[in-house]
Nanobody
Framework: QLGLVESGGGSVQAGGSLRLSCRDS?????????IGWFRQAPGKEREGVSC??????DVYYADFVEDRFTISRDAATVYLQMNNLKPEDAGDYYC??????????????????????WGKGTQVSVSS
């Protein structure tokens, strides 16, 4: 039912910033979905970066974020503002949606719990 689309990836120098966006291809509202951002570097498993619950009850950030990223949302779009990017942040970034998932955000990010839809990804490159 949803077709998630990511945008905002690109190439930056270490210390630079990017803002990723996730929306439905038909601009359907995402307000009933928990949304997560995940990333995957070559040869590594996909890992949760940040997740936000439906209704914005809870937000979760992976330890490696270290206060550098901020997740936010409006009715149709979920954003991931990434500051102070490091080379190890490079990879493909995906958004995912879970319909009326647990109001606690952590399980989505750490266990990939309840995910119904995945986007196709946007590439992030960070040079030193």
């Amino acid at each position: 039912q949803l077709g998630l689309v990511e945008s905002g990836g690109g190439s930056v120098q270490a210390g630079g910033s990017l803002r990723l966006s996730c929306r439905d291809s038909s601009w359907s509202s995402l307000r009933h979905y928990a949304i997560g951002w995940f990333r995957q570097a070559p040869g590594k498993e996909r890992e949760g970066v940040s997740c936000i619950s439906y209704g914005d009850v809870d937000v979760y950030y992976a330890d490696f974020v270290e206060d550098r990223f901020t997740i936010s949302r409006d009715a149709a779009t979920v954003y991931l503002q990434m500051n102070n990017l490091k080379p190890e942040d490079a990879g493909d970034y995906y958004c995912a949606a879970a319909y009326f998932d647990d109001p606690v955000a952590q399980p989505m990010c750490t266990r990939l719990a309840g995910i119904d839809y995945w986007g196709k990804g946007t590439q992030v490159s960070v040079s030193s």
